[in-house]
């Protein structure tokens, strides 16, 4: 494609100035070209009309560089000056560069000067540009508008703001989609000069391959409404980017055209996309450690059966044939003989408990446990609590007192209730090795409230937390070897919460427990 | 004993005590209940699998049966639908032992039609007295279902 250019070239040889314009139109210019060599033509040429550039060279016996320099100044016009030189001295160069020449190009190196006159004009193109906004900038600074209607009839303020934003803009023919303007932002963005974009259809924006998508959106769309899409856009260098194009109808110099706001949202789409991979990443590791402790938690529920079932058999065998022995029917039994199997068959029965512990919590754990809720009275259900618990209170030699007030009946499972409680005593028991443990009963408002007090040995601050955890066992517990498979209190917990009731504790190492649980009269369900 | 043997004596049985079949791949359990019963004057056969238990059940015609819940070839289950659903040994008094003390093994149970239903550890005189209790219960006339069925668990 041809581009237009008026050039006045300063030469007293025909030859040299025609070899400047072969070369100019080896590199695309269409140029308009006239020769001159003395002052009086200059000045004459000069005021007839615009020139887009000036070829001087510097050897002319009659007209200097540097007049041609002063009086071109003198025009006020802003005429890019290249000096076409056969020989010049690196002083010389200096000079005419400091009296305002653009460039030197030397006649031995004429390739060069296609290039120089392309960003000679793209500069001056910009230096106009820069120009023209500052005076308009400084004019709109000069007379602030007093209405909003005298800023929106000036077509020079909207300009200013087109050219000002910070996004790239432009405009282009809707018939042809030649691009008509392009702002600042568009032109430093893009790498093209503004020339070169004013050359240019939309297409030349876009990557080759949505070429066909762009023409059939454009054909497809309403033309006469604010368009939103998300398109790609393709720099000079060749770099692709993702924008969002805002576009409207608008009429410039009767022509029919649209302008449209290209936003480069490449950096968002990444950084979206990078967030997206971020969490999915961090869901699919979530669901690993989830398969994982589902994996953790069957076996560990497989554990407890297996554990329970195992271990049920034998207890079987145990038990059964110590009552047997104990029964007398195999033959007589010393008294030390059946004291012996006596403790054997308690140890059995310490044994049973824990798995009947086991095999519960895993019941309550997994939400298993039926309760069989009849009318409860308390009171009698403690006192059956107390009297099971004195003979491990008298072996310990301290105090197992029962305070109660006369409460309402509650609805609950009996034998649940009784475990649950029955827990809570035995570990006030066994916590307390001088003293007393207080059991209190008495209503409040809509539920029974007990409260198991120990004198015993308490339990650091920080593990109160977790004496309701499973298996947990206070540091206290272990320290003095006091027996026990840390379920009681969990599972306490769990029988007193389906009864919709609470189990709580404070302690204080060296001076005691208080465990107090609130038990509804309603169960609420 | 013997006057425990006059309560469930049984038609065409007078002379001779009740036999029990029991059954039970753990022979110590196995002899822990056959020293039990043998000694509360019962007749004792016993079956150390499913597959045998169901051949002495055929040959001997037990008076009452007790088969451990797990148990090689055929388990209990299986077993007590096996006999629940034969002519000969659909009147058989059947208790079931399990060790898992499971609400849902004591509805498999029933299901498969046993009359008592013991979870371990049971005691053995426990067994005993349950075994005593069913055989003096009547026999249902010409019923499918087993009557009188109640669960009974030790923990």
Same mark, same amino acid.
């Given at each position: 494609?041809?581009?237009?250019?008026?050039?006045?070239?300063?030469?007293?040889?025909?030859?040299?100035?025609?070899?400047?314009?072969?070369?100019?139109?080896?590199?695309?210019?269409?140029?308009?070209?006239?020769?001159? +060599?003395?002052?009086?033509?200059?000045?004459?040429?000069?005021?007839?009309?615009?020139?887009?550039?000036?070829?001087?060279?510097?050897?002319?016996?009659?007209?200097?560089?540097?007049?041609?320099?002063?009086?071109?100044?003198?025009?006020?016009?802003?005429?890019?000056?290249?000096?076409?030189?056969?020989?010049?001295?690196?002083?010389?160069?200096?000079?005419?560069? $400091?009296?305002?020449?653009?460039?030197?190009?030397?006649?031995?190196?004429?390739?060069?000067?296609?290039?120089?006159?392309?960003?000679?004009?793209?500069?001056?193109?910009?230096?106009?540009?820069?120009?023209?906004?500052?005076?308009?900038?400084?004019?709109?600074?000069?007379?602030?508008?007093?209405?909003?209607?005298?800023?929106?009839?000036?077509?020079?303020?909207?300009?200013?703001?087109?050219?000002?934003?910070?996004?790239?803009?432009?405009?282009?023919?809707?018939?042809?989609?030649?691009?008509?303007?392009?702002?600042?932002?568009?032109?430093?963005?893009?790498?093209?000069?503004?020339?070169?974009?004013?050359?240019?259809?939309?297409?030349?924006?876009?990557?080759?391959?949505?070429?066909?998508?762009?023409?059939?959106?454009?054909?497809?769309?309403?033309?006469?409404?604010?368009?939103?899409?998300?398109?790609?856009?393709?720099?000079?260098?060749?770099?692709?980017?993702?924008?969002?194009?805002?576009?409207?109808?608008?009429?410039?110099?009767?022509?029919?055209?649209?302008?449209?706001?290209?936003?480069?949202?490449?950096?968002?789409?990444?950084?979206?996309?990078?967030?997206?991979?971020?969490?999915?990443?961090?869901?699919?590791?979530?669901?690993?450690?989830?398969?994982?402790?589902?994996?953790?938690?069957?076996? $560990?529920?497989?554990?407890?059966?297996?554990?329970?079932?195992?271990?049920?058999?034998?207890?079987?065998?145990?038990?059964?044939?110590?009552?047997?022995?104990? +029964?007398?029917?195999?033959?007589?039994?010393?008294?030390?003989?059946?004291?012996?199997?006596?403790?054997?068959?308690?140890?059995?029965?310490?044994?049973?408990?824990?798995?009947?512990?086991?095999?519960?919590?895993?019941?309550?754990?997994?939400?298993?446990?039926?309760?069989?809720?009849?009318?409860?009275?308390?009171?009698?259900?403690?006192?059956?609590?107390?009297?099971?618990?004195?003979?491990?209170?008298?072996?310990?030699?301290?105090?197992?007192?029962?305070?109660?007030?006369?409460?309402?009946?509650?609805?609950?499972?009996?034998?649940?209730?009784?475990?649950?409680?029955?827990?809570?005593?035995?570990?006030?028991? $066994?916590?307390?090795?001088?003293?007393?443990?207080?059991?209190?009963?008495?209503?409040?408002?809509?539920?029974?409230?007990?409260?198991? &007090?120990?004198?015993?040995?308490?339990?650091?601050?920080?593990? &109160?937390?977790?004496?309701?955890?499973?298996?947990?066992?206070?540091?206290?517990?272990?320290?003095?070897?006091?027996?026990?498979?840390?379920?009681?209190?969990?599972?306490?917990?769990?029988?007193?919460?389906?009864?919709?009731?609470?189990?709580?504790?404070?302690?204080?190492?060296?001076?005691?427990?208080?465990?107090?649980?609130?038990?509804?009269?309603?169960?609420?369900? | 004993?013997?006057?425990?043997?006059?309560?469930?004596?049984?038609?065409?049985?007078?002379?001779?005590?009740?036999?029990?079949?029991?059954?039970?791949?753990?022979?110590?359990?196995?002899?822990?209940?056959?020293?039990?019963?043998?000694?509360?004057?019962?007749?004792?056969?016993?079956?150390?699998?499913?597959?045998?238990?169901?051949?002495?059940? !055929?040959?001997?015609?037990?008076?009452?049966?007790?088969?451990?819940?797990?148990?090689?070839?055929?388990?209990?289950?299986? @077993?007590?639908?096996? @006999?629940?659903?034969?002519?000969?040994?659909?009147?058989?008094?059947?208790?079931?032992?399990?060790?898992?003390?499971?609400?849902?093994?004591?509805?498999?149970? !029933?299901?498969?039609?046993?009359?008592?239903?013991?979870?371990?550890? !049971?005691?053995?005189?426990?067994?005993?007295?349950?075994?005593?209790?069913?055989?003096?219960?009547?026999?249902?006339?010409?019923?499918?279902?087993?009557?009188?069925?109640?669960?009974?668990?030790?923990?």
């Amino acid at each position: 494609m041809k581009r237009p250019l008026s050039l006045l070239i300063v030469e007293d040889s025909p030859a040299d100035a025609e070899l400047a314009l072969v070369e100019l139109a080896r590199h695309g210019f269409d140029t308009t070209a006239e020769r001159i +060599g003395s002052e009086r033509e200059l000045r004459s040429e000069l005021s007839a009309r615009p020139w887009d550039i000036i070829l001087c060279d510097h050897a002319l016996p009659s007209l200097s560089s540097t007049d041609v320099l002063r009086i071109v100044h003198e025009t006020r016009e802003d005429i890019p000056l290249v000096i076409l030189s056969g020989a010049i001295g690196e002083e010389a160069t200096v000079e005419a560069l $400091k009296a305002g020449a653009r460039d030197v190009v030397l006649k031995e190196h004429l390739a060069r000067l296609g290039p120089v006159v392309d960003r000679e004009l793209g500069d001056a193109s910009h230096r106009r540009d820069d120009k023209q906004f500052a005076r308009e900038r400084s004019e709109l600074e000069a007379k602030p508008p007093r209405l909003d209607r005298e800023l929106h009839s000036s077509e020079s303020h909207y300009r200013l703001l087109f050219e000002l934003s910070p996004l790239p803009m432009m405009v282009y023919e809707r018939g042809t989609f030649r691009i008509v303007a392009a702002n600042k932002a568009l032109v430093s963005a893009y790498g093209y000069t503004r020339e070169e974009l004013l050359s240019l259809s939309i297409r030349d924006l876009h990557p080759p391959e949505d070429a066909e998508l762009l023409v059939d959106v454009l054909a497809s769309s309403p033309d006469s409404q604010v368009r939103f899409r998300s398109w790609r856009h393709r720099y000079r260098d060749g770099t692709v980017i993702d924008v969002e194009v805002t576009s409207e109808n608008l009429v410039v110099a009767g022509r029919d055209c649209r302008i449209a706001v290209c936003n480069d949202v490449t950096g968002r789409n990444r950084a979206n996309a990078a967030r997206v991979k971020a969490a999915h990443d961090t869901s699919v590791e979530l669901e690993r450690q989830n398969e994982q402790l589902r994996v953790l938690d069957a076996l $560990k529920d497989q554990f407890v059966s297996v554990v329970s079932h195992e271990l049920r058999t034998p207890l079987t065998a145990i038990r059964g044939y110590l009552e047997i022995v104990l +029964g007398g029917e195999p033959g007589p039994l010393t008294e030390e003989q059946k004291r012996f199997l006596e403790i054997a068959g308690q140890s059995s029965e310490q044994l049973l408990r824990v798995v009947g512990d086991l095999l519960l919590i895993g019941k309550l754990e997994a939400g298993h446990l039926a309760l069989e809720i009849s009318e409860v009275d308390l009171a009698a259900l403690l006192g059956r609590c107390v009297v099971a618990a004195q003979p491990s209170a008298d072996a310990q030699d301290i105090g197992l007192w029962l305070m109660q007030t006369a409460v309402p009946p509650i609805a609950g499972d009996p034998g649940r209730l009784a475990q649950a409680l029955g827990n809570v005593i035995s570990n006030g028991i $066994k916590f307390t090795t001088e003293g007393h443990v207080e059991v209190r009963l008495h209503a409040e408002a809509d539920r029974a409230v007990i409260e198991v &007090v120990d004198s015993g040995a308490g339990v650091p601050a920080n593990e &109160v937390s977790h004496l309701f955890m499973p298996f947990y066992r206070a540091s206290t517990a272990t320290r003095k070897a006091i027996p026990g498979t840390g379920l009681g209190l969990s599972i306490a917990k769990e029988i007193i919460e389906a009864h919709g009731g609470t189990i709580s504790l404070e302690t204080k190492v060296g001076s005691g427990t208080s465990v107090r649980v609130e038990l509804p009269f309603e169960v609420g369900r | 004993m013997s006057e425990r043997l006059s309560a469930v004596a049984r038609d065409g049985a007078q002379d001779e005590p009740p036999l029990v079949l029991v059954a039970d791949d753990d022979e110590i359990i196995l002899g822990l209940i056959t020293y039990r019963l043998e000694h509360s004057g019962y007749r004792v056969i016993t079956a150390l699998d499913g597959q045998e238990a169901l051949r002495l059940a !055929f040959d001997e015609c037990p008076d009452l049966a007790v088969i451990d819940v797990m148990m090689p070839k055929i388990d209990g289950y299986q @077993l007590t639908r096996c @006999l629940r659903g034969n002519v000969e040994t659909r009147e058989l008094p059947i208790i079931l032992l399990t060790a898992r003390a499971q609400e849902a093994d004591a509805d498999l149970g !029933f299901e498969a039609g046993a009359d008592e239903y013991l979870a371990k550890p !049971f005691s053995p005189e426990e067994l005993r007295s349950l075994v005593e209790a069913l055989l003096a219960r009547p026999r249902p006339q010409g019923d499918d279902e087993p009557a009188g069925r109640s669960s009974q668990t030790v923990s």
